[in-house]
């Protein structure tokens, strides 16, 4: 069964200080890899995703992530955190599944950013 | 790309209650899928459409939820005889097929009281 761990259940950092935000998965084949982030009340908007080839994906709002194979891991980095990057995120993993693709979530990172 | 919508955003019932809601997805989307979070969790998977066809549903959807997507378009998903523990946001999602991007609507706000 696929299952996704993120470690870290708050997260505070200092505006403009970098930020990484750990993920391990559980994944019997080749995994799909996503990074969603969501404000309070809102639903789920895609920051970043790993398929395929280069393990250093970049992504939308100036985030990056590194698949690693050997270590079961997505974690997900950004240089320089924005107050606006407090919210919650969510790395999940999917696959195909009866040909669906159901992701299987983490229990989420909550960041806060100091100003 | 209107994106995906929600309706109702937030419902509030006594328990006992019926409950539907409904999910637009993205127009040239084929595939539906609705999750379930609970605070402090992050969602969990309840079933997906692919068009009309219901091909999978997680042992989380018990008998009192059932899931329609009639032509292949919106798709509703009721909850009879509501317990407090359904209270929770209900997130629905849409991708092509073949494809593995799912986007998400803003999700609706089941509280059962």
């Known amino acids: 069964a696929q299952s996704v761990t993120q470690p870290d259940i708050h997260i505070t950092v200092s505006e403009g200080a970098s930020l990484e935000l750990r993920c391990n998965y559980s994944?019997?084949?080749?995994?799909?890899l996503f990074w969603y982030v969501q404000s309070p009340g809102q639903g789920l908007q895609l920051l970043l995703k790993?398929?395929?080839?280069?393990?250093l994906v970049q992504g939308i709002k100036g985030f990056e992530a590194e698949f690693k194979r050997s270590q079961s891991s997505f974690n997900l980095r950004k240089p320089s955190v924005h107050w606006s990057d407090a919210a919650e995120y969510f790395c999940?993993?999917?696959?195909?599944?009866?040909?669906?693709?159901?992701?299987?979530f983490g229990t989420g990172t909550q960041l806060k950013v100091e100003l | 790309d209107t994106g995906v919508s929600q309706n109702p955003r937030h419902k509030i019932t006594k328990r006992g209650q019926n409950v539907t809601f409904r999910c637009d997805p993205i127009?040239?989307?084929?595939?539906l899928y609705w999750y379930r979070q609970t605070l402090g969790q992050g969602p969990e998977f309840l079933t997906y459409?692919?068009?009309?066809?219901?091909?999978?549903k997680s042992r989380l959807l018990s008998d009192r939820f059932s899931a329609e997507r009639p032509k292949g378009s919106f798709s509703t998903l009721e909850i009879q005889r509501t317990e407090q523990g359904d209270s929770a946001m209900y997130l629905c999602?849409?991708?092509?097929?073949?494809?593995?991007?799912?986007?998400f609507g803003p999700g609706t706000r089941l509280t059962v009281l």
């Open positions: 999602a849409s991708s092509r097929a073949g494809g593995n991007e799912q986007f």
């Open positions: 790993y398929f395929s080839g280069d393990t």
């Open positions: 127009s040239e989307h084929n595939r």
């Open positions: 994944y019997g084949a080749t995994p799909y």
């Open positions: 999940a993993v999917g696959g195909l599944t009866g040909g669906g693709n159901k992701l299987t």
């Open positions: 459409f692919q068009n009309e066809a219901q091909l999978e």
